[in-house]
């Protein structure tokens, strides 16, 4: 087994390798949050990509998203279970999905359980949708697609705060705090899905309805991180949300993402603030 220390690294780098908007607040985390938080985040991500993948076939995706749920319910996880599992899709699959059992172990014994919990029901609600092959059609499929996705981030990040330290946060703000974030990544990548054949709209609605969605689950992120005292989880919420916002004005100004500059502006002025 590798030592803890460099396993640690290298969830930080492949942490950066793959979430720029993430990356930067967890690294400001205190050491207990920024290895719960990290593993958190690449445990999601690993998962995240079987979803996404390009190339893989819908029912591969099922299997393997259906079966981590499983292995994720287990008191112990089996990674040898797991990394049989993926070994036929060694050479599609990234990095940060083929060592899920080397996330795991970095979070802090007291609150892994909670992370495997967390991640399992993401898998299986991601294996549902990708049975429906993405299909939107009304607004209630949009919330429990986001919520699979997204809103169930919150929930967990919420859980993680509680164990730490006692903060209490309410549980629906939570999941729009991971919706509204979503929302904005839907409107940032929407042609891009559209080219892959998904579209993440309720019948009747356009880009408009999707702004506004958006903006509105973005009010739940305001209020949610109102009920934050901690220094060091509510400047860990802002950076995420701060960037959102901006990216959301690019969007209505017809630029498609933020510059690195933008980025770096964005994030200064959240730690001045804090």
């Given amino acids: 087994m590798m030592n803890e220390a460099k396993l640690q690294k290298e969830a930080m780098h492949v942490l950066k390798l793959t979430s720029r908007t993430f990356y930067i607040p967890i ?3 205190n050491p207990t949050l920024r290895k719960t938080v990290g593993s958190a985040y690449l445990c999601m991500r690993a998962i995240d990509e079987i979803e996404d993948h390009e190339e893989l076939h819908p029912e591969s995706k099922q299997h393997l998203l259906q079966a981590t ?11 040898a279970a797991y990394r049989a599992l993926v070994k036929p899709y060694e050479n599609l699959l990234p990095e940060v999905t083929l060592r899920l059992g080397d996330w795991l172990a970095v979070c802090p014994a007291g609150i892994v359980a909670k992370v495997k919990e967390s991640t399992s029901i993401m898998a299986d609600g991601m294996a549902k949708w990708v049975g429906k092959n993405f299909v939107i059609r009304t607004k209630e499929d949009l919330d429990d697609y986001t919520y699979y996705v997204a809103g169930l981030v919150g929930v967990m990040l919420s859980d993680i705060w509680e164990q730490f330290d006692g903060t209490k946060t309410d549980r629906d703000l939570a999941i729009g705090y991971g919706r509204g974030l979503q929302a904005v990544n839907m409107l940032r990548n929407q042609d891009e899905d559209a080219e892959r054949g998904v579209r993440f709209l309720p019948d009747g609605w356009d880009r408009q309805d999707l702004f506004e969605y958006a903006e509105l689950n973005l ?16 400047t860990f919420c802002k950076i995420p949300l701060a960037l959102a916002k901006r990216t959301i004005g690019s969007l209505h100004g017809g630029q498609e993402k933020m510059n690195r500059a933008e980025v770096e502006s964005t994030v200064d002025a959240i730690l001045k603030e804090v």
């Fill in 219 to 234: 009010k739940k992120a305001d209020a949610y991180i109102e009920s934050i005292s901690n220094r060091n989880i509510l």
């Fill in 27 to 29: 690294k400001l985390l």
């Fill in 69 to 79: 749920s499983k292995l994720l319910q287990n008191d112990f996880f089996d990674v």
